[in-house]
């Protein structure tokens, strides 16, 4: 990755991956490596430092909670106070900005595994406990709790934690250990500052590229004079086997980074960063005029779209209203025949009571006639007998 990407960075994550990789590059040739050019990265995450270092090393990065976004990277997932590693299995190893983040009773667990399975150098980073950092941490912590309106994670674990104090856990720690200061507390805390008021306008799209190139200014003008004390954090150095100590001191004490930061550079600083508004200012209201131009062009659309529908609405009325009277002269239609379909059952009802009347009519004639059968009989007899006499 070139080098104005990786400036885009924040800027206190810059300046730490930027510090290692220089650190890497010093020692480079002055040891003799026993083993693969491979890097440790304990609590690398996402494995950013790889962007860092040059194409012969190998980057391991091992953290409990990975983010595997870097082909280039060997991911394993561990707990830094229990590495799956051997023994003086990787020749320079860092961890930065891990420590504080871990509980003060594994802290020194945490070293004496870090101690474990580096060979040559390895390099902590941790912002150091000191009442100046302590306050300015407070301070950005309440800032951040009333511009964004929540409590910032990070800061609210350095208060419950604390910050670590190395000096109480040297004489417990293995090995001989370097100690450098870098990045200056003040600068820490006015490049925070500004940072969390911009982004307390939540997502804007002017303020995130305002603050990205904020840190580009930053890394370009600043990462210079940043050595000078009081300082936010700390490198601790780990000197093991026959790695030679001090190869560091001209990385963090030279002219070029402890140069005086002056009016002149000031103002170059608020010179160059006014640029960037200005530059964002216009990518932003170009961007304001793409998406206006765009609207324009979908509301003309949604206008036509609405048009087109209350077409379509109006031919649904006029169906809906057909449809109303075709089922109105349906209904009436089904009420004749319900009234006709009424009448024929009601005079079925009475042909069927006529029906009963007259089977009673015939039951009665047949009993009369079964009445006369009886008296005729007789009559039939003398009648016959009578016949016969008078022949």
């Known amino acids: 990755m070139d080098r104005l990407k990786l400036t885009a960075l924040p800027f206190d994550r810059f300046q730490r991956l930027q510090r290692v990789a220089e650190m890497l590059r010093a020692i480079q040739g002055r040891v003799s490596l026993k083993q693969a ?35 280039a990277c060997l991911y394993i997932k561990a707990d830094g106070n229990h590495l799956p590693l051997a023994d003086d299995s990787i020749w320079f190893s860092v961890s930065l900005d891990t420590l504080e983040h871990i509980g003060e009773p594994r802290r020194l667990a945490f070293i004496q595994e870090f101690y474990r399975v580096t060979s040559q150098v390895g390099v902590l980073t941790f912002p150091q406990a000191a009442a100046l950092n302590d306050r300015l941490e407070e301070l950005l912590f309440q800032l951040s709790k009333h511009v964004q309106g929540f409590e910032d994670l990070f800061l609210k674990e350095h208060r419950q934690r604390g910050l670590p104090d190395f000096a109480s856990l040297l004489p417990k720690c293995p090995g001989k250990w370097e100690f450098f200061g870098a990045h200056n507390s003040f600068l820490w805390f006015l490049m925070m500052v500004i940072k969390r008021l911009f982004s307390s306008y939540g997502h804007d799209v002017f303020f995130d590229d305002l603050s990205r190139e904020l840190d580009v200014v930053y890394n370009h003008y600043l990462s210079g004079f940043d050595n ?54 216009a990518k932003h209201i170009s961007r304001m005029a793409k998406l206006m131009h765009r609207y324009e062009s979908h509301f003309g659309d949604f206008n036509r779209m609405i048009r087109e529908k209350d077409h379509v609405i109006g031919n649904l009325i006029e169906d809906t209203k057909r449809l109303n009277q075709i089922i109105a002269d349906f209904n009436d239609v089904n009420n004749s025949r319900f009234a006709r379909i009424k009448g024929i059952v009601l005079e079925n009802q009475s042909l069927s009571a006529k029906i009963s009347e007259l089977e009673q009519m015939l039951k009665n004639r047949e009993k009369r006639l079964q009445r006369y059968e009886f008296f005729l009989r007789p009559l039939r007899w003398i009648y016959k007998k009578f016949k016969k006499t008078k022949q």
């Open 37 to 71: 050019n491979i890097v440790a990265d304990i609590g690398g995450r996402d494995g950013q430092l790889v962007d860092f270092l040059d194409t012969e090393h190998t980057l391991l990065v091992a953290d409990r909670h990975l983010i595997a976004a870097r082909p």
């Open 228 to 281: 000078a004390p009081p300082h936010y954090r700390t490198f601790a150095v780990l000197y093991k086997s026959a790695a030679p100590q001090g190869i560091f001191s001209d990385i963090f004490s030279s002219t070029a980074v402890n140069k005086p930061f002056d009016k002149q550079h000031f103002a170059q600083f608020v010179s160059a960063f006014a640029m960037t508004a200005v530059k964002s200012e």
